[in-house]
């Protein structure tokens, strides 16, 4: 099926938000990157852009 989100990249992480990879990761063995950013670096991004996420680091990086 693979119908989900590569990363999900937000302004602010709602509990409820946070449940869904933690789930999916648990029954499905995927992993799903969540990232929240500040205003002015979710502004720099535009739908259809080519990005890297780096959860971990809580990084975004926009691909040229």
Excluded at 22 to 39: A, M, N, Q, S
């Amino acid at each position: 099926m693979n119908k989900a989100p590569a990363a999900i990249i937000n302004l602010r992480t709602e509990p409820i938000l946070a449940a869904g990879p933690i789930v999916c990761r648990h029954f499905y063995g995927k992993e799903i990157p969540v990232v929240t950013l500040d205003e002015g670096a979710f502004q720099m991004l535009k739908t259809g852009q080519h990005v890297v996420v780096n959860a971990s680091g809580g990084e975004v990086i926009i691909k040229e």
